[in-house]
């Protein structure tokens, strides 16, 4: 089983449609969360952080319950820019900042 | 704004011949990273450096991959031989607060082994 795990995509939805991306972590000594953002062929990029009390960010909301090892990220009024794939991230601070990524999920916002 | 560079962008070889890939990570960041990516996954983390210093390469094929960070600035990262399997993105990453802090990531070499 894979540390980190992501619902497997890929996700197909019109514009302005609500997306929530779901992940799941098995080391319940990871200590920070993050959301990476991957457009096609390039690198990926931090879209938000993630904290136990949940964050806003416009359009982004995620959550985080460490009870569950869970982590969430809800996308509102989806964009066409949106399209991208969403990389769940953990820190095994503990490690030296270890990032353990999961496998992606890929999402196209349709016109 | 500052960027991670890395080079080259694109890289074909044969297998069984040597590359390298070299990276220039974020000035005054002291932690640098080595990734690999497989299409369809996440990066996994290849080498981790701070400074000079290696702080974890457990998941560094020891037996035909190789890195170094001589004077803790730039780095560099080899294969060989190189193999079929080898065929990935190699990203490169560096961080100025390696426990919490983000990660910057360069545009990646996409290595194809014929």
């Known amino acids: 089983r894979k540390e980190v795990e992501q619902d497997p995509g890929p996700f197909n939805v019109p514009e302005g449609a609500t997306v929530a991306f779901n992940c799941t972590y098995s080391n319940s000594a990871s200590q920070s969360f993050f959301w990476y953002r991957q457009d096609c062929r390039k690198e990926p990029k931090l879209l938000m952080s993630?904290?136990?009390s949940g964050n806003e960010d416009g359009r982004f909301t995620a959550q985080l319950n460490r009870a569950s090892q869970y982590i969430s990220l809800l996308i509102r009024d989806s964009k066409l820019s949106d399209s991208a794939t969403y990389l769940c991230?953990?820190?095994?601070?503990?490690?030296?900042?270890?990032?353990?990524f999961g496998q992606g999920t890929e999402l196209s916002v349709k016109p | 704004e500052a960027e991670v560079a890395q080079s080259p962008r694109y890289k074909i070889t044969e297998k069984s011949q040597a590359v390298a890939f070299w990276c220039d990570p974020i000035s005054g960041h002291a932690t640098l990273y080595w990734y690999r990516q497989i299409l369809g996954q996440g990066p996994e983390l290849l080498v981790q450096f701070q400074d000079e210093s290696v702080v974890d390469d457990s998941q560094l094929p020891k037996d035909r991959f190789s890195a170094e960070r001589l004077k803790g600035v730039d780095s560099t990262l080899k294969i060989q031989p190189a193999e079929l399997g080898d065929s990935a993105m190699y990203l490169c990453?560096?961080?100025?607060?390696?426990?919490?802090?983000?990660?910057?990531f360069g545009p990646g070499t996409r290595l194809t082994v014929l």
């Open positions: 993630v904290y136990s």
């Open positions: 990453a560096s961080s100025s607060s390696p426990g919490f802090g983000e990660q910057f």
């Open positions: 991230v953990v820190n095994r601070s503990n490690q030296g900042g270890k990032l353990i």
